[in-house]
């Protein structure tokens, strides 16, 4: 089976810390996303990236960034966490952007 | 603004009975749909498609119908099933290299 593997289920930072989320696809896939999902809003898109080393913004980019080095691993950046950034984070991979997507099971990250 | 609108945040529904989810879209551009479940604590798993050449895909209790001149698609799941009790998140694309669009999900209870 296809995977797509996010390095934590549950993090806990503080306000003001640099947090790193990272994720893993073994599927081969050019193109990867990162989501955040709360309440109320669904599934909003914060970076996606067509391939190694290039990035595209999404709806809500501010406060974040994005890293890939190699095809496989997506990272998602948070360069000061602050409160309202407490939420469900999902990546997913896909072979074309608009169709079919495989996610991750989530890292709710929440910043205190 | 939203290019994909699901109405319902909620919905309730006795097992046994018909489940019905609803979504519009306002981008003409969009040529393929898709509706992926997601249970607390997990990504989103990917349910049933259908590309604007079809009016109706069914796989199993799962049926996607939709109206292209109406800009209306709906999930229909029967028998429903206390198993599925999920947030169902509408999805839409222009077959173009651009991510999916989300709609902002429907939770659905199914009561025993």
Redesign the interface.
């Given at each position: 089976d296809v995977k797509v593997t996010q390095s934590s289920r549950y993090l806990v930072k503080r306000t003001g810390e640099k947090v790193f989320l990272e994720c893993v696809q073994d599927m081969d896939h050019e193109n990867m996303f990162w989501y955040r999902q709360d309440p109320g809003l669904g599934l909003r898109l914060i970076y996606f990236s067509y391939d190694v080393k290039m990035k595209e913004k999404g709806d809500i980019p501010e406060g974040y960034s994005v890293s890939r080095e190699k095809k496989e691993r997506f990272s998602l950046i948070l360069e000061s966490a602050s409160t309202n950034q407490t939420s469900m984070y999902l990546c997913a991979g896909s072979l074309r952007a608009g169709y079919g997507y495989t996610f991750g099971s989530g890292t709710r990250l929440t910043v205190v | 603004d939203q290019q994909v609108k699901?109405n319902s945040?909620s919905l309730s529904v006795q097992e046994g009975r018909i489940s019905i989810l609803n979504c519009d879209y306002t981008n003409s551009m969009f040529d393929?749909f898709?509706w992926?479940k997601?249970y607390p604590?997990?990504?989103?798993?990917?349910l049933i498609?259908i590309s604007s050449i079809k009016d109706k895909n069914e796989d199993g209790r799962f049926t996607v119908f939709l109206n292209k001149s109406a800009k209306h698609l709906s999930l229909h799941i029967v028998p429903s099933q206390p198993g599925d009790s999920a947030v169902y998140?509408c999805a839409a694309?222009?077959?173009?290299?651009?991510?999916?669009v989300?709609?902002?999900?429907t939770r659905l209870s199914v009561i025993a």
């Open positions: - | 699901q945040p393929y898709l992926y997601k604590a997990e990504g989103p798993t990917f498609s998140f694309s222009d077959s173009g290299n651009t991510p999916l989300f709609g902002k999900g």
